[in-house]
């Protein structure tokens, strides 16, 4: 069974760093491309950032560029969101998604809260 799994969510002060983990299991992480999308209170669900399966190159939205970085572990089969100088904003419920064939995969989230 294909699972993805989120953590390392928790409260941070402004201007302080997490990581997300996004781990897999029932298949291979490095053949597909990984996205990291968030939804706060009362929004819609938005991309943050994904990283491809072929050549690792990544795309952010413009509100993290410059502060999330994403990478992965493929021997680890997990994909990581580094996120530093936080803000307010970035308050949210966390989640990686892919896409197997026609079938999407989304993890059960991890919160993150900004607040000091």
């Known amino acids: 069974q294909l699972q993805l799994e989120e953590s390392g969510g928790g409260l941070v002060q402004p201007g302080g760093s997490l990581r997300l983990s996004c781990a897999a299991s029932g298949f291979t992480l490095d053949y597909y491309a990984i996205g990291w999308f968030r939804q706060a209170p009362g929004k819609e669900r938005e991309g943050v950032s994904c990283?491809?399966?072929?050549?690792?190159?990544?795309y952010y939205a413009d509100s993290v560029k410059g502060r999330f970085t994403i990478s992965r572990d493929n021997a680890k089969n997990t994909v990581y969101l580094q996120m530093n100088s936080l803000k307010p904003d970035d308050t949210a419920i966390y989640y990686c998604?892919?896409?197997?064939?026609?079938?999407?995969?989304w993890g059960q989230g991890t919160q993150v809260t900004v607040s000091s």
């Open positions: 990283i491809s399966s072929s050549d690792g190159s990544t």
């Open positions: 998604h892919t896409a197997v064939g026609a079938t999407d995969y």
